[in-house]
Nanobody
Framework: QVQLVESGGGLVQPGGSLRLSCAAS????????MSWYRQAPGKERELVAQ????????GYTSSVKGRFTISRDNAKNTVYLQMNSLKPEDTAVYYC?????WGQGTQVTVSS
């Protein structure tokens, strides 16, 4: 069955960086677009970034443009989210998503 396993979250100071990874299995990864979502306490889950199946096209929510970069390695069945210049408002659980499936999430906390 489809599995999405996120890793790379943690505690980081404002201005710091983290790289999230999502290892996918159980489907033909290179055929599907992938996305990262996040959900902060008391807020709805929001789309953060998305990437097409080939990786040629990406999109970002306005609050992370210029700071976050989504990428993928189809040979490794993995999608990444490089997060730079992190802010306290980036604190959330980050989820990997492909149509019909979600990962378990990884916590990102930005705090001094």
């Amino acid at each position: 069955q489809v599995q999405l396993v996120e890793s790379g979250g943690g505690l980081v100071q404002p201005g710091g960086s983290l790289r999230l990874s999502c290892a996918a299995s159980g489907f033909t990864f290179s055929n599907y677009a992938m996305s990262w979502y996040r959900q902060a306490p008391g807020k709805e889950r929001e789309l953060v970034a998305q990437i097409t199946s080939t990786g040629r096209s990406t999109g970002y929510t306005s609050s992370v443009k210029g700071r976050f970069t989504i990428s993928r390695d189809n040979a490794k069945n993995t999608v990444y989210l490089q997060m730079n210049s992190l802010k306290p408002e980036d604190t959330a659980v980050y989820y990997c998503h492909t149509p019909g499936s979600w990962g378990q999430g990884t916590q990102v906390t930005v705090s001094s």
